[in-house]
Nanobody
């Protein structure tokens, strides 16, 4: 079973950068689409970025496009989110997601989240 752990969050100032990591302790990244979501207090969880397993294509929310970059290291079972030019609006708990259709069933996994706080 996929087990995801996020790391790399912290407290930074506006304009700073952070690099989030998502590691699969079970080493079962292969075949999974990966993504990042975030949730601020009192708000719904929202999509941030995703990377497709088959093609490597990436997708971004308009709010982070041009500032964030999603990538993965398949050999190390690790996914990254490079966040540049951070804004106070980026403050949220960031969650790692992995999903795939396996034997006709959707497999969908989430990490515990890592806090990102951006001061103005």
């Amino acid at each position: 079973q996929v087990q995801l752990e996020e790391s790399g969050g912290g407290l930074v100032q506006a304009g700073d950068s952070l690099r989030l990591s998502c590691a699969d302790s079970s080493r079962t990244f292969s075949g999974y689409n990966m993504g990042w979501f975030r949730q601020a207090p009192g708000k719904e969880r929202e999509f941030v970025a995703a990377i497709v397993w088959e093609s490597g294509s990436t997708y971004y929310a308009d709010s982070v496009k041009g500032r964030f970059t999603i990538s993965r290291d398949n050999a190390d079972n690790t996914m990254y989110l490079q966040m540049n030019d951070l804004k106070p609006e980026d403050t949220a708990v960031y969650y790692c997601n992995a999903n795939a259709v396996v034997s006709g069933l959707l497999r969908d996994y989430w990490g515990q989240g890592t806090q990102v706080t951006v001061s103005s």
